[in-house]
């Protein structure tokens, strides 16, 4: 390879000069950076794989976990509407109570189990 012509006013530093021309030494890479580089590929194909694998996820998988999930909620869901009346009761309001459960305010959940809320 040759050497760019030089502009007389500017002449190329010699660093650079050696690596346009290909007689620069390679840059030393410290074991330091090498193993921060290990690490960074390493992270990279772990996401990558998380990824795929979500991807792979078939439609009966989902389902299933979806199922699993459900089947959690319920287990929690029949002590939830005493649990609602009893927050009631000590003077929350529905939107309080929502919040806290960490239930959408469109769902009404709390509001139709107020509702349904038997007197005495």
């Known amino acids: 390879m040759t050497t760019p012509p030089e502009h007389p006013n500017h002449p190329m530093p010699e660093g650079l000069r050696a690596a346009v021309e290909g007689t620069a030494p390679a ?6 950076s090498l193993n921060e580089q290990i690490y960074a590929l390493f992270e990279q194909y772990e996401r990558e794989r998380d ?16 199922g699993r999930i459900r089947a959690r909620w319920k287990d929690t869901e029949k002590d939830l509407p005493d649990l609602i009346r009893a927050a009631a009761d000590d003077g929350m309001g529905a ?8 239930i959408s305010h469109a769902s009404n ?3 139709r ?5 038997p007197t005495n």
């Open 27 to 32: 840059p030393r890479t410290s074991y330091r």
């Open 109 to 111: 959940y709390v509001a």
């Open 95 to 102: 939107r309080e109570i929502s919040d806290r459960l960490g």
């Open 51 to 66: 990824i795929e694998r979500a991807r792979a996820m078939t439609l009966a998988d989902r389902l299933d976990n979806a």
């Open 113 to 117: 189990v107020l509702r349904q809320r």
